[in-house]
């Protein structure tokens, strides 16, 4: 007995210890991670406030939005006037572009270690431009669609309409690895412009006024941002102007969206 009670406070030592080690992270990977709903639940729906609203081009088929050094860019499809544009934010007045030639149509674009990456459509086919003078320097291929494109920094990802997002290598534009977009058990299809916001990838999906926030590891949609109402469909008269085009601002901690051919670009915040 009085072994027993001598040996206690070591058990009691023993198992706090072991328990500490065990805490966060079961790959030893002490850093607190973001809790994930479990795979089936349905994912949250947040709402959103207008902070600002800003003048957009209704001539500009959106289908890249990036905020840099407090200047929009911004991809413009339709073959004939597909383009890459850097735009004033407040005013909407294009202060630079260039001209994308019959018959590429531009998609997404990312900007990454001073180079803006540019998709086509159908052509699988990507142009490479210097962020600073739009000088086109090179070019990629990928097999598929073109739609969506954001960096994390690392790699250029892409969406290609499916549910499926590719992370290219920027050094030789292999596919390093892709995921799978679910909402629950649901594929989330037809995904389309893309930004790295937080550590999450949000995405535009075609034809839906909200905004996928999916886990960069897993594909699982986090959340969605619930925009309707955010531009009134009686000023839009084009089916195909819908909400696409999201640009983070990550040194101010500043959201804004667009959709194709809107006359109107908000800065939004997310209401949880
Ligand atoms: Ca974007």
Redesign the pocket.
Known sequence: MLLILKLRPILVLALALSSFQCQPGANGDATPKKPEPPPNAPAAVYRYQIVNMWPHDSNAFTQ???LSDGKLLESTGQEGFSSLRRVELETGKVLKKVDVPKPYFAE???LLNGKIYQLTWQHQLGFIYDAQTFERVGQFKYTGEGW???TDGTSLILSDGSNRLRFLDPSDFHVARTITVLDGQTPVNELN????VQGEI?ANVWHDNRIATINPQSGHVTAWIDLNGLMPEGELQDPEAVLN????DQANDKLYVTGKLWPRLFEIKVKK
């Open positions: 890249g939005l990036i997404g674009i990312a969506g494109l954001a412009e893309l930004e790295f949000y085009g999201i640009a983070y």
